[in-house]
C-alpha cells in the first residue's frame, strides 16, 4: 500500500496567518491527490483534487500544489471556519490511502 | 445537489455479519460518471477506503477486508450496500459511504458523503 505521510499532526495557528500542511506519498503518486476538510461529527468536505484544482464552492484561499511524491495544502489567511482537521488521499494506486490527518488549532 | 445516508444497525455483535446501506437521493446511482463507495473512520484515528461498487455490480475492496467484504447495487431503489462478515471489536467504527468521481471510467476522488453512522462490535 502506498503510505501517506502528513505533516505537521498538529499545526497552532492564529487568524489570518498563512499556513502550510505537507502530505509525503510512498512512491510516486503523479498529482492523483485530493485535500478534504473535516470537523468533529461531521463528514470529510472535499477542498481540492488533481493535486491543485479547487473544488466548487471552495473559498479561494485554499490552495493546493505539488506532484510526485511532495504535495501541499495551503490556507493564505486562516479564518475562525478553517480550524478542523485536514486529510490528503492518494487516489492513484489501489488500495486509496489517506494520510493520517493535520489538526488545525487556534493558538 | 446529491445526497447520501448512511443506516444500519448500531450494534452488532462478534462474529456477525455487518450490514449498511446507502441511500442516494438528488441523482441517479446508475449515472455516470460516478461509483459508490464505503469508507470508515475508528474512533479517534484516521480514514480507511474500504472499497467500491459501480452501478454495473463491478467493485474494487481494500486487499486487507476483501476477504470479509462484499458490496452490491439496487439500482431500482437507488441504493448500495455493505456486507462485512466475521466483525471484531477493531471493526468498531464510523461507516461512511461516498459519492466517487470519474473520468474516462477511472475513479478518481469522493466528491459527497453521507453524515456517518456509527457501528460498534460487542456483545
Known amino acids: 500500500d502506498i503510505q501517506m505521510t502528513q505533516s505537521p499532526s498538529t499545526l497552532s495557528a492564529s487568524l489570518g496567518d498563512r499556513v502550510t500542511i505537507t502530505c509525503r506519498a510512498s512512491q510516486n503518486i503523479n498529482r492523483w491527490l485530493a485535500w478534504y476538510q473535516q470537523k468533529p461529527g461531521k463528514a470529510p468536505k472535499l477542498l481540492i483534487y488533481?493535486?491543485?484544482t479547487l473544488q466548487s464552492g471552495v473559498p479561494s484561499r485554499f490552495s493546493g500544489s505539488g506532484s510526485g511524491k511532495e504535495f501541499t495544502l495551503t490556507i493564505s489567511s486562516l479564518q475562525p471556519d478553517d480550524f478542523a482537521t485536514y486529510y490528503c488521499?492518494?487516489?492513484?494506486?489501489?488500495?486509496?490511502?489517506f494520510g493520517q490527518g493535520t489538526k488545525m488549532e487556534n493558538k | 445537489q446529491v445526497q447520501l445516508q448512511e443506516s444500519g444497525p448500531g450494534l452488532v455483535k462478534p462474529s456477525q455479519t455487518l450490514s449498511l446501506t446507502c441511500t442516494v437521493s438528488?441523482?441517479?446511482?446508475?449515472?455516470?460518471?460516478?461509483?459508490w463507495n464505503w469508507i470508515r473512520q475508528h474512533p479517534e484515528k484516521g480514514l480507511e477506503w474500504i472499497g467500491y461498487?459501480?452501478?454495473?455490480?463491478?467493485?474494487e475492496y481494500n486487499p486487507s477486508l476483501k476477504s470479509r467484504v462484499t458490496m452490491s447495487v439496487d439500482t431500482s431503489r437507488n441504493q448500495f450496500s455493505l456486507q462485512l462478515r466475521s466483525v471484531t471489536a477493531a471493526d468498531t467504527a464510523i461507516y461512511y459511504c461516498a459519492r466517487g468521481y470519474s473520468s474516462n471510467l477511472v475513479p478518481w476522488y469522493f466528491d459527497y458523503w453521507g453524515q456517518g453512522t456509527l457501528i460498534i462490535v460487542s456483545s
Open positions: 438528488g441523482g441517479s446511482i446508475t449515472s455516470g460518471p460516478y461509483y
Open positions: 461498487v459501480y452501478y454495473t455490480r463491478s467493485t
Open positions: 488533481k493535486a491543485s
Open positions: 488521499l492518494q487516489y492513484d494506486t489501489y488500495p486509496w490511502t
